[in-house]
Each structure stands twice: as C-alpha cells, then as structure tokens.
C-alpha cells in the first residue's frame, strides 16, 4: 500500500547520520576541499557508526547480518551528501569491493575477503569502472579481459577510482565481449601490486577535491581464475549499476538540499531595497523550485530504490533518476550561487563548492553504492 | 515503510476505469473536441448509470459486510487512502479524455464547496439529488472578469432582503456552469455580503438551476478541454433563501472563505492528477509510436550516445514520473491526516510544468504527423495547457509554495 514514511529505524538512521554531517563533516568541508585531504579522525568516526558496510557483512564474518536495504543506503547517503559530498565518498568507498562480493561473491571469495570488514578501523578498498574517455559508456567497457594459460589477461585504463594508492585490493570492471553490453561484464578482484597494473598519480578534478582519485594502468595484467568474482556465474553487473546510480544520485539530493537551505536562509537574512531579497519574487520563485525539484529528485530515487529493494532491476527507474538528479543537482547548485550573488562566487560560502561539486553527477558512476 | 504499490483491489478498479477511458471515451475525444457546444448525451447516461452502479454496488457491499464493504466491492468506500484512490483513477480518467472528465455528470465542485462549508442538513439537501435521476451537475463560479487569482477581490454582491438574498455580479469561467444551470443542478457562488470587510465578507451561496435571476450569458470557447462547458452568468438580482448560505453568515475571520479554500488542499492534487493524465496519454503514444518504428530506448547507455529523440523521451518520461510522485504524495498526505498545503501546490505547479512541456514535446518529435489532427496528440498538448492555470495557476502555486518555504505571508511576499 502507497506510504511515503520512512520506517522507525530508517528515521533514527537518518536522524543520526544527518547530525554527524551538520555537525562534524560540514565543518570540516571547505579546509578538505582547499587542501584535498579528508580528516582521517571523520572517516575512522563514520566507520564506528557501522553504517559503512559492518552492517551487511554476515554474522559468521562479524558483521551484523542485516539485509541490505537500497531504500535505507539511499537516506544514508542522501544525509552524507549533505554533509559533504568528497568525504562521504571516500567513506563509503569499501562498499564499492565488499558488496559485490557480499552479492555475487562464491562462497570462498566471501570467505576470504569480507572478514576484514568486519575490523574496527576503516579498511580502504574500492572498485574500478569508469573509463578516461569522453563518451565512457558502462554498456561498452574498453577494459578487456581474455584467458591467458591457466589464468587472465586484463588491459585497459581506468580513471576517478576512489583511494586506489590506499586499497589492498580493487574491484575491477572489465569486459569479455564489449557486444553483449552488460552481459558481458565482469568483476575482478586485482591485488595493487599485480604485475601489469600501474596506478597513476592521483587526478585533479573540478570538484571532490579532497577525494583522492587515481587512473589505472592494466597492460597484460596477470590474474589468476580464482580472480573472477562470482567464478564461472560472474555478476549481476545491471544490478550492480542500479545500486551505483541510487546512491550517487542519493548524495546529490543530499548535497542539492543543502544548496537550496543554505541560499534559503541567506536570502532571509540579506536585504536589498528596503527588504530581505526573499520578498522578491524573482529570489522566491527560485527558491521555490528549488525546493520542488529536491522533493521531486528524492522521490524519484526512493522508487528506484523501492524497486530494487523488491528485487527488480531498476535499470529504467535508477537510470532516469541519475540522469534527472545530475540535471536538477546543477541547476540547485548553480542558482544557490546565484542568490548568494557576489558572495556565492567567492571560496567562503559553500555554495561555488557546491556548484563545482554538482557538475561531476553527470559524468559519475560507480563511485557510490548504496 | 515506503511503498509505492497500489493495492490490488485499486488496481482492479483502475482496469475497470482504463476500459471507460479507452473503449467510451477516446472513441468521442475527436467528435466532441470538434463540436465543441455539443453534448455528449449517450456519455452523460452511459457515466450517470456506471456511477448509480458503481453507487449501488457500494450500498449492497455495505449491507453484506455490515461495518464496511468488501475487497474489491466499493473499494472506494473501504479504502481508506480516498484521496489517493481518487488521483489514480482521476489519471486513468484524463488518461481518457480531460475535457470529458470535466463535463462527466456529478457534484463537481460545487459540491466540494456544499462538502466543506455546508451544514449536515445542506449536504442532504444539495448532494442527494446526485444519487439517482437524470444527469446533473454542480458547478463553483468564483472567477469575474475583473479577477482569477486574487480572489479575495470579489464583486459580486450578496444583499440581504428579509428572509433572501439579492445576488447581483457577473461570473466568468465556470465549469460545468451551463449544464449545472440546464439539469436539476446547482451553482455554488461566491460573492461577499461585505466589500469593506475583505475575505472575511466572502461567502458560498448555493444557486439552485432555473433561480428566475440568473443567466447563463455565453458558453466559451476554447483552445482545449472543448467537451466541458465553461459557462459566463450574469446575476441580476437573483433571489435566493437565506438558507442557501453555506455555513455561517456572520463576517468573522474563521469559516466562509476559509474553508472553502481548505478545499483547494483536497482538489490541488486531483487537478495534478488530471495533468498527469494527459502527459501520459501522449507519452503512452509516442512510446507505441517508437516501438512500431522499431526506434529503441537505450537505458543504460552513455547518456551522451543517446540520440536526441531518446533524450527527449527520457525526459518526458521522468518529468512525469515526478509529477505523479510529488501529487501521490500530497494525497497520500491528506489520507493520513497530514496537513498538506506546501506539497498540494508543489505537485499542482510541478504537474502543470511537466505536462505542458510533455506534451507539446510530444506534438513536435512526431513531426507533421504530431501537427495533424488526424491523431489525438495535437489535443492533448491543447487540453494540457489549462492545468497550468486553473485551480490555481502555476505562478500562484509556486508562491504559496515560497510563502511556505520561507515562513512568510501573503503580505509578505505577494
């Protein structure tokens, strides 16, 4: 039946989480940003709250066995991206090896890898999946796979990989046959110092600036079998991308939210002709559909998460979310600058951060999981 | 815990509602659309019949089932989510054809306005006459010539001479105003027993049909929704009993105008509701359309290698999808018991946004055949374009929707 509440637990989550990134992650935001470090003591705290990935390792591996619920990863990340977006990526970035192998795992590379998760101290791992091309496209991965002996042959580049210099180990996307679109595709579980993978130096980019992010290198890199996750039943990788786009376009409503109530509050505050500026239609009109279009982008994201939840593919609804939130995220961002005005350009207000930040949704994937 | 499953009996009903939608009504949508000042005389029966079952069928699941009707008898009745079950069929409905939706034979507004300002015994004496007979219709005249929006600026005046009222103003843009006036209907109209005193001099008055005083001037005539009658009445010292007041006649803040606003809280998301209609009766189209050109939709891909028509699709597709989620929302608030003024006007102004722009995307990616009136596109981008405008027009929508955002008050920010 129809509901828009939140479960009891979902809002204590959201609750919880929401007050850690107003009151630790926010204030940390703009000094990561200008220095391109994220503060260890922040990620290390997020680790405790076990919203991270202890929550879905199973009981046997020192998890707490809970079901992973796409909608609840989606308020998760939603109060994350409110904080700030770099921070809550590099803090969510073991999910992106663990949970897949949580998924699709054979129960060895279960056995074997999800243990660790279940550590006190943030374990940094990642994945690889996007491609230094301008028209990347998941459906026609370029990083190729191929059997060589007894073992695997990856080549390929890979770029915005999460904290890949701090990983042990990566989760890597590549493809058997670039035809059968994602079908095709396959997870590798790649250790840092397998011969033929040269990590570069990390990336500059436009926005997630205290993320730190690498290319990859695959020239003839040897993996053995065992490497293949999943063995001979590989993956579900729509599902996979299903859950990538949730939570990216989660942590853009976040961060869209925060735009809008920040450039919200300014312009009850700054006045102009004889009266704050949000008594002027043009500022209110703007707000306005701010505030409609984070609504709007919220929900959107809770069906395709519903949707998974059930154990549909979601690959229409999660697809036309991103696609939307990537949009009303910019233009959010974008007019949050716009009121600030003058102020909003200057590296003080988190609004150009925002703005900067907001672009990279478009272009994204596979750098969040909810 | 969020859902977004309609429970399978709703779901049964819709299926009964599509089948009206497409085997009635899409059938006459050209006709009727063409011949504007006609009636559709075999659709009022058909509906006016379909709803005396649909009513009966309530009545006898109420006396088998003692304290409520069964799953799947009256749904309408035992679901208690009535707003939301009443925005999805209201979309399969405008799915149908929105100017019939509109001129379908019922309460209507006016009876809405007898629903939230009448006294029990009002509600008798109004609302029953629906419940058998021939057609009839109750129709709400608020707009004049000289307003829409700003209705607080209401002219029309309600004197009172011994145990009547004297009606004397001019309305414009009733719907259903002509047929209210020509059936065993009636008109709720409002007009202000006190200009000096503003909104609070503003009150409801139930005009019964063939009131000696009244008079239907013109019947407009329109871009779109031609099947439903928009009627222009003149009152000229139209006499009516003092008990046709809805609710109080005395000039206090509270009541009258109020709560006949409170309406427009319930009414928003079904006005939403008939927009999202029509979006998807031209979405529905153009998917056909592309399936039967073998022209795929790529999700998935790189969304810079989609083609331009897929982008374009996509986005019609998700515009709406939005819409109805945000007015789903508001009804589903309603239904619980929640206030929901900001979300009712975030779904109206999304709604009539996302529709507009679907479906006047839709006319132009079919090209020449999408300008033609041979298919239905053309009139569902024209029957679109109302539901930016009334019950509230975008504009209006979206500041009440910052006055609420923003904490602030028609003086405020107007």
Known sequence: MIDFELSEEQQMIRDTVGAFAIEQMRPAAREADETGKVPPD?????????????????????????????????????????????????????????????????????????????????????????????????????????????????????????????????????????????????????????????????????????????????????????????????????????????????????????????????????????????????IAFILADMAIEVDASRLLVWEAAWELDRGEDALASSYLAKNYVANSVMKIADNAVQVLGGHGYIREHPVELWLRNARGFAALDGIATV | MIDFEIEPSVVKRVKMFHMVADGVMRPISREYDEKEHEEPEQYFQTMWAANAMADSSLDLAKKKDGDGAKDGDGAKARSPMRNLYTVITTEELCWGDAGLFLATPNAGLGGAAVMAAGTPEQKERFLSRFRGGQPKWGAMAITEPGFGSDSSQVTTTATREGDDYLLNGTKIFCTGGDRAAKSEGFIVVWATVDKSAGRPGIKPFVVEHGTPGMTVVRTENKLGIRASDTAAIVFDNCRIPKDHLLGSPEVRKEGGFKDVMATFDATRPIVAAMAIGVGRAALDFVRDFLKQENIPVRYGISPRRLTALERDFMEMEVQLKAARLLTWRAAWMMDVGKHNNLEASMAKAKAGLAVTLITQKAVELLGPLGYSRELLLEKWMRDAKINDIFEGTQQINMLIVARRILGYSSKDLN
């Not at chain 1, 770029?159 to 095709?184: H, T």
């Open chain 1, 42 to 282: 922040l990620i290390e705290k997020l680790w405790e709250l076990g919203v991270v990935v202890q929550s879905a390792i199973p009981e046997k591996f020192g998890g707490a066995g809970d079901t992973r619920s796409a909608v609840t990863g989606a308020v998760i990340a939603e109060e994350l991206g409110y904080g700030d977006i770099a921070i809550a990526t590099h803090a969510l970035a073991p999910r992106l090896f663990a949970f897949p192998i949580l998924e699709a795992g054979t129960e060895e590379q279960r056995e074997r890898y999800l243990k660790k998760f279940a550590a006190p101290k943030f374990v940094p791992a990642t994945a690889a999946l996007m491609e230094p091309r301008f028209d990347f496209d998941t459906t026609m991965l370029a990083t190729s796979v191929r059997r060589e002996g007894a073992g695997l042959m990856l080549n390929g580049r890979k770029c915005f990989v999460p904290i890949a210099a701090d990983s042990e180990s990566l989760l890597v996307y590549a493809s058997s046959d670039p035809n059968a679109g994602y079908k095709g595709v396959e997870g590798f579980i790649v250790p840092r110092n397998a011969p033929g993978l040269t990590i570069s130096e990390r990336e500059k980019n436009m926005g997630f600036k205290a993320l730190a992010t690498y290319g990859l290198e695959f020239k003839d890199c040897k993996i053995g079998p065992e490497a293949r996750l999943g063995g001979e039943g590989g993956i579900n990788f729509s599902r996979i991308m299903s859950e990538s786009r949730i939570a990216l376009a989660a942590m853009a409503v976040g961060m869209a939210r925060a735009a809008y109530d920040y450039a919200r509050e300014y312009a009850k505050e700054r006045r102009a002709f004889g009266a704050p500026i949000a008594q002027k239609q043009a």
